[in-house]
T-cell receptor, first 114, second 116 residues
Protein backbone atom coordinates (compact mmCIF):
# COMPACT_ATOMS: atom_id res chain seq x y z
CA UNK A 1 0.00 0.00 0.00
CA UNK A 2 1.09 3.51 -0.69
CA UNK A 3 0.77 6.60 1.44
CA UNK A 4 1.82 10.24 1.29
CA UNK A 5 2.47 12.61 4.16
CA UNK A 6 2.59 16.34 3.68
CA UNK A 7 3.92 18.17 6.70
CA UNK A 8 2.16 21.45 7.30
CA UNK A 9 -1.40 21.93 6.12
CA UNK A 10 -0.75 25.67 5.91
CA UNK A 11 2.49 27.40 4.96
CA UNK A 12 3.02 31.17 4.73
CA UNK A 13 6.02 32.80 3.11
CA UNK A 14 6.87 36.36 2.20
CA UNK A 15 6.93 37.41 -1.42
CA UNK A 16 10.43 36.78 -2.74
CA UNK A 17 11.28 34.22 -0.06
CA UNK A 18 12.06 30.54 -0.53
CA UNK A 19 9.12 28.18 -0.81
CA UNK A 20 9.58 24.70 0.70
CA UNK A 21 6.68 22.25 0.80
CA UNK A 22 7.44 18.88 2.33
CA UNK A 23 6.33 15.48 1.08
CA UNK A 24 7.26 12.02 2.31
CA UNK A 25 5.92 8.82 0.84
CA UNK A 26 5.83 5.11 1.41
CA UNK A 27 5.60 2.60 -1.40
CA UNK A 28 6.34 -1.10 -1.73
CA UNK A 29 7.52 -0.68 -5.32
CA UNK A 30 9.53 2.02 -7.08
CA UNK A 31 7.25 5.02 -7.05
CA UNK A 32 6.23 7.62 -9.50
CA UNK A 33 5.89 10.95 -7.70
CA UNK A 34 3.88 14.02 -8.59
CA UNK A 35 3.13 17.51 -7.40
CA UNK A 36 -0.20 19.04 -8.40
CA UNK A 37 -1.41 22.60 -7.77
CA UNK A 38 -5.00 23.68 -7.30
CA UNK A 39 -5.84 27.36 -7.64
CA UNK A 40 -9.07 28.62 -6.06
CA UNK A 41 -12.14 27.23 -7.81
CA UNK A 42 -10.04 25.44 -10.40
CA UNK A 43 -9.06 21.85 -11.14
CA UNK A 44 -5.78 20.15 -10.42
CA UNK A 45 -2.83 21.04 -12.61
CA UNK A 46 0.40 19.06 -12.82
CA UNK A 47 3.47 21.00 -11.63
CA UNK A 48 6.05 18.27 -12.12
CA UNK A 49 6.63 14.55 -11.89
CA UNK A 50 9.42 12.09 -11.18
CA UNK A 51 9.52 8.75 -12.96
CA UNK A 52 13.08 7.56 -13.50
CA UNK A 53 16.45 9.11 -14.19
CA UNK A 54 17.51 12.48 -12.86
CA UNK A 55 16.36 12.94 -9.30
CA UNK A 56 16.05 16.72 -9.55
CA UNK A 57 12.93 17.51 -11.51
CA UNK A 58 12.03 20.93 -12.84
CA UNK A 59 8.43 21.92 -13.39
CA UNK A 60 6.33 24.85 -14.42
CA UNK A 61 6.35 28.30 -12.82
CA UNK A 62 9.89 27.91 -11.47
CA UNK A 63 9.14 24.99 -9.15
CA UNK A 64 11.40 22.00 -8.72
CA UNK A 65 11.51 18.89 -6.56
CA UNK A 66 14.17 16.37 -5.65
CA UNK A 67 13.56 12.66 -5.21
CA UNK A 68 15.58 11.35 -2.30
CA UNK A 69 15.15 7.59 -2.04
CA UNK A 70 17.09 7.29 1.22
CA UNK A 71 14.78 9.81 2.87
CA UNK A 72 11.63 8.71 1.00
CA UNK A 73 11.04 12.37 0.27
CA UNK A 74 9.98 14.53 -2.66
CA UNK A 75 10.00 18.09 -1.34
CA UNK A 76 8.85 20.95 -3.57
CA UNK A 77 10.84 24.18 -3.71
CA UNK A 78 10.87 27.53 -5.44
CA UNK A 79 13.67 30.04 -4.84
CA UNK A 80 11.50 33.15 -4.85
CA UNK A 81 7.79 33.19 -4.06
CA UNK A 82 5.37 35.20 -6.15
CA UNK A 83 1.90 36.33 -5.19
CA UNK A 84 0.47 34.16 -7.94
CA UNK A 85 1.85 31.03 -6.20
CA UNK A 86 -0.89 31.21 -3.58
CA UNK A 87 -2.78 27.95 -3.99
CA UNK A 88 -3.13 24.47 -2.55
CA UNK A 89 -0.43 21.95 -3.39
CA UNK A 90 -0.83 18.20 -3.41
CA UNK A 91 1.88 15.57 -3.46
CA UNK A 92 0.89 12.21 -4.96
CA UNK A 93 2.39 8.79 -5.58
CA UNK A 94 1.53 6.00 -7.96
CA UNK A 95 2.99 2.58 -8.51
CA UNK A 96 5.39 2.15 -11.38
CA UNK A 97 3.67 -1.01 -12.53
CA UNK A 98 0.07 -1.67 -13.33
CA UNK A 99 -2.73 0.55 -12.08
CA UNK A 100 -1.59 4.13 -12.05
CA UNK A 101 -4.17 5.46 -9.62
CA UNK A 102 -2.83 8.32 -7.57
CA UNK A 103 -2.62 8.36 -3.80
CA UNK A 104 -2.63 11.95 -2.60
CA UNK A 105 -1.37 13.70 0.46
CA UNK A 106 -3.73 15.91 2.41
CA UNK A 107 -2.47 19.06 0.73
CA UNK A 108 -0.64 22.21 1.80
CA UNK A 109 -2.24 25.60 1.43
CA UNK A 110 0.42 28.17 0.51
CA UNK A 111 -0.15 31.80 1.43
CA UNK A 112 2.11 34.54 0.12
CA UNK A 113 2.60 37.57 2.34
CA UNK A 114 3.10 40.84 0.43
CA UNK B 1 -7.27 20.87 -27.68
CA UNK B 2 -10.18 20.44 -25.29
CA UNK B 3 -9.47 19.26 -21.81
CA UNK B 4 -11.46 16.98 -19.54
CA UNK B 5 -14.97 18.28 -19.07
CA UNK B 6 -17.44 17.44 -16.34
CA UNK B 7 -21.11 18.16 -15.89
CA UNK B 8 -22.87 19.51 -14.04
CA UNK B 9 -20.45 21.87 -12.35
CA UNK B 10 -22.70 22.03 -9.32
CA UNK B 11 -25.41 19.68 -8.11
CA UNK B 12 -27.64 20.13 -5.10
CA UNK B 13 -29.83 17.21 -4.18
CA UNK B 14 -31.92 15.94 -1.31
CA UNK B 15 -30.89 13.05 0.86
CA UNK B 16 -32.10 9.77 -0.61
CA UNK B 17 -32.16 10.92 -4.24
CA UNK B 18 -29.99 9.41 -6.97
CA UNK B 19 -27.50 11.54 -8.90
CA UNK B 20 -25.48 11.07 -12.09
CA UNK B 21 -22.23 12.86 -12.75
CA UNK B 22 -20.72 12.93 -16.22
CA UNK B 23 -17.13 13.03 -17.43
CA UNK B 24 -15.89 13.60 -20.99
CA UNK B 25 -12.19 12.66 -21.17
CA UNK B 26 -9.63 14.03 -23.57
CA UNK B 27 -10.07 12.43 -26.98
CA UNK B 28 -7.77 9.43 -27.42
CA UNK B 29 -7.12 8.91 -23.72
CA UNK B 30 -7.70 5.28 -22.81
CA UNK B 31 -7.53 5.62 -19.05
CA UNK B 32 -10.17 7.38 -16.97
CA UNK B 33 -10.21 7.94 -13.22
CA UNK B 34 -12.71 9.24 -10.70
CA UNK B 35 -11.56 10.84 -7.46
CA UNK B 36 -13.41 12.54 -4.63
CA UNK B 37 -12.24 15.61 -2.76
CA UNK B 38 -13.87 16.26 0.58
CA UNK B 39 -12.99 18.21 3.69
CA UNK B 40 -12.79 15.18 5.89
CA UNK B 41 -11.06 12.72 3.56
CA UNK B 42 -8.92 14.84 1.26
CA UNK B 43 -8.44 13.53 -2.28
CA UNK B 44 -9.29 9.87 -2.63
CA UNK B 45 -9.38 7.45 -5.54
CA UNK B 46 -12.75 5.96 -6.44
CA UNK B 47 -12.55 3.96 -9.69
CA UNK B 48 -10.28 3.44 -12.71
CA UNK B 49 -11.09 2.40 -16.28
CA UNK B 50 -8.40 1.27 -18.69
CA UNK B 51 -9.45 0.41 -22.23
CA UNK B 52 -11.63 -2.70 -22.34
CA UNK B 53 -10.29 -4.15 -19.10
CA UNK B 54 -12.51 -4.66 -16.05
CA UNK B 55 -12.49 -1.46 -14.01
CA UNK B 56 -10.70 -1.19 -10.69
CA UNK B 57 -13.52 -0.40 -8.27
CA UNK B 58 -11.44 -0.75 -5.13
CA UNK B 59 -11.93 2.86 -4.07
CA UNK B 60 -15.73 2.98 -4.19
CA UNK B 61 -16.89 3.66 -0.61
CA UNK B 62 -20.13 1.66 -0.75
CA UNK B 63 -22.40 -0.25 -3.12
CA UNK B 64 -24.44 2.93 -3.58
CA UNK B 65 -21.64 4.10 -5.87
CA UNK B 66 -21.24 2.79 -9.40
CA UNK B 67 -19.68 3.97 -12.63
CA UNK B 68 -19.67 2.99 -16.24
CA UNK B 69 -17.78 4.02 -19.30
CA UNK B 70 -19.53 3.69 -22.61
CA UNK B 71 -17.66 3.18 -25.85
CA UNK B 72 -14.35 3.76 -24.15
CA UNK B 73 -15.07 7.46 -23.84
CA UNK B 74 -17.69 9.17 -21.69
CA UNK B 75 -18.10 8.01 -18.13
CA UNK B 76 -20.97 8.38 -15.69
CA UNK B 77 -20.63 8.11 -11.92
CA UNK B 78 -23.92 7.27 -10.22
CA UNK B 79 -24.64 7.66 -6.55
CA UNK B 80 -27.86 6.05 -5.35
CA UNK B 81 -29.78 7.07 -2.23
CA UNK B 82 -27.41 9.96 -1.56
CA UNK B 83 -26.32 10.70 2.00
CA UNK B 84 -24.99 13.93 3.47
CA UNK B 85 -21.52 12.42 3.75
CA UNK B 86 -21.50 12.09 -0.05
CA UNK B 87 -21.17 15.88 -0.31
CA UNK B 88 -17.84 16.54 -1.99
CA UNK B 89 -16.20 17.60 -5.22
CA UNK B 90 -16.02 14.70 -7.66
CA UNK B 91 -13.03 14.91 -9.98
CA UNK B 92 -12.48 13.05 -13.21
CA UNK B 93 -9.09 12.58 -14.84
CA UNK B 94 -7.88 10.94 -18.01
CA UNK B 95 -4.52 9.87 -19.38
CA UNK B 96 -3.05 8.22 -22.44
CA UNK B 97 -1.92 5.44 -20.08
CA UNK B 98 0.52 3.12 -21.70
CA UNK B 99 0.74 0.52 -18.98
CA UNK B 100 3.97 0.68 -17.04
CA UNK B 101 4.53 4.28 -18.01
CA UNK B 102 3.81 7.38 -16.03
CA UNK B 103 1.46 9.32 -18.23
CA UNK B 104 0.16 12.50 -16.75
CA UNK B 105 -3.41 12.49 -15.51
CA UNK B 106 -5.32 15.54 -16.68
CA UNK B 107 -8.08 16.62 -14.35
CA UNK B 108 -11.43 18.15 -15.08
CA UNK B 109 -12.83 21.07 -13.09
CA UNK B 110 -14.98 18.78 -10.95
CA UNK B 111 -18.62 18.51 -9.95
CA UNK B 112 -19.49 19.96 -6.55
CA UNK B 113 -22.18 17.78 -5.02
CA UNK B 114 -24.19 19.03 -2.06
CA UNK B 115 -26.61 16.68 -0.35
CA UNK B 116 -29.14 18.45 1.85
Amino acid sequence: AQSVTQLGSHVSVSEGALVLLRCNYSSSVPPYLFWYVQYPNQGLQLLLKYTTGATLVKGINGFEAEFKKSETSFHLTKPSAHMSDAAEYFCAVSESFGNEKLTFGTGTRLTIIP
Amino acid sequence: GAGVSQSPSNKVTEKGKDVELRCDPISGHTALYWYRQSLGQGLEFLIYFQGNSAPDKSGLPSDRFSAERTGGSVSTLTIQRTQQEDSAVYLCASSVSRQGASDTQYFGPGTRLTVL
